[in-house]
């Protein structure tokens, strides 16, 4: 009997552990939308924040070409300094893991 119950124990842990990887599962896709969603909210601050700084001093006719090179410099930059500061959690991770 004791032995019948300790089977139902181990199925129920199981069971719990398949739940906690299917939830693991869920967690890290919207991990992954989230951080796909401030990227795209990054790029259109960028690109709001060239034209601003375009438009502040300009006439209304503006080189479209030149805003459009600033805007690809400037998400060009914040793109490394995420990828930098992607590696530095990575980093922090690992070295705390080890």
Known sequence: QSEKE??????QQEEKMLQLIDKSGEVTML???VSQLKRSLQRAETEAKVLWEEM???EPKMDTAHVQDRVLLR???DKLR??????????RLLYDKY
């Open 56 to 58: 502040r001093g300009k």
């Open 31 to 33: 991990k992954e939308e």
């Open 6 to 11: 300790l089977q139902d124990v181990v199925k």
């Open 82 to 91: 995420l990828l930098l500061l992607e590696k530095r959690d990575e980093k």
């Open 75 to 77: 998400q060009e930059v």
